[in-house]
């Protein structure tokens, strides 16, 4: 069962001040001086304080609805995540809360406060590419609500994660345009904040050691957005030394990457060849399709809504043992290399 929430009359109480002093502290008025507004806020977060519209969702049982927060919906990866949550959860008589966090840090808490005040069950939650603290899923574990969460996961607390074998997937990608004499190998990364773009370079470095190639580090480019992906492209591109291959670590920087080969009017594969994690309708975009990793978004959706479900039945919620589950990334081969 989910520990019930402190009240502003606990932090009183702990702090020996009044409740009206409390109350105006969290609203930071100015007639409370920093220093009590720091101790309120200290002891808050150590009660697990929540506002009140938030905390009275707490007094309704079970209300069959689960939460999902995806950075964008308009990325192919999560439209297939989403199909699959959809499809287990409406098996098991659940329905589906969907908000976005938009890449940003404080939707993403401000999307946490609207689920738990929807009173949904459990979470299911891919972070941000802004997000560097995680206090606010935190909070929620420690509260007792089950969360799940996926592909962009956190390492550290006690939650359960599901993600594709990045640095095996990675791995066998790059390998793959090796194995086609491709030599100098470029990387389009996402942010390194991330563990997922993390695990991919990974993978990408190991395959280069194994055949014998140092890491060139003047063909790793991170990126955080299509556009920027175009541009680091075209640099790469009309350098002295340009890659003859390129490897985008998801959908979003693919695009960036091949509209910066379409820019450059280069010929797929002759004069470049790519590949990259992208979900079936995108390489199906482009002539000839490409070569990709599959990132099983609509297999991690179905498995990361099964643990959420599993361990929404088993209370107390405290009781269940975080799992890792990796999914294996099939490469399916295009035309692009």
Not at 102 to 124: F, H, K, P, T
Not at 294 to 313: C, N, T, V
Request: hydrophobic share 40%; net charge neutral.
């Amino acid at each position: 069962m989910i520990n019930n929430p402190a009240t502003i009359l606990d932090i009183a109480k702990k702090l020996n001040l009044s409740k009206s002093t409390v109350s105006r502290a969290l609203r930071d008025h100015p007639d409370i001086s920093q220093k009590t507004k720091d101790a309120v806020r200290r002891v808050a977060k150590e009660l697990n304080y929540m506002p009140n519209a938030i905390a009275a969702s707490f007094r309704y049982k079970r209300s069959k609805i689960i939460g999902l927060i995806v950075p964008q919906i308009s990325y192919f990866f999560f439209p297939s995540v989403i199909r699959g949550v959809e499809e287990i959860a409406h098996k098991n008589g659940y329905k589906l809360l969907i908000l976005q966090s938009n890449e940003s840090y404080e939707r993403e808490i401000a999307n946490l406060d609207i689920l738990v005040a929807n009173n949904v069950e459990g979470i299911l939650a891919s972070v941000s590419r802004t997000t560097k603290k995680f206090d606010h899923f935190e909070r929620i574990i420690n509260m007792g609500m089950p969360i799940v969460f996926f592909d962009r996961v956190v390492k550290g607390l006690k939650a359960s994660t599901v993600l594709v074998d990045d640095i095996t997937a990675s791995f066998n990608a790059v390998n793959h345009l090796l194995e086609r004499g491709r030599q100098r190998i470029a990387i389009c990364t996402g942010n390194l904040n991330l563990l997922i773009s993390n695990n991919r370079l990974q993978g990408y470095k190991m395959a280069l050691l194994e055949h014998g190639l140092p890491v060139n580090e003047e063909l790793v480019i991170s990126c955080e957005s299509p556009e920027e992906a175009e541009e680091e492209t075209i640099r790469l591109l009309s350098s002295p030394k340009p890659p003859d291959s390129i490897f985008a670590i998801s959908d979003l920087t693919m695009t960036g990457v091949m509209r910066g080969i379409h820019r450059k009017k280069m010929r797929v594969p002759e004069e470049i060849a790519v590949i990259g994690f992208c979900e079936d309708p995108f390489r199906s975009m482009y002539e000839p399709p490409l070569s990709v990793i599959q990132p099983m978004g609509f297999e991690i959706g179905q498995k990361s809504a099964e643990i959420l479900l599993e361990q929404i039945k088993n209370e107390p919620y405290s009781h269940n043992e975080p799992k890792v589950v990796y999914l294996e990334g099939n490469l399916v081969i295009g035309g692009s290399t």
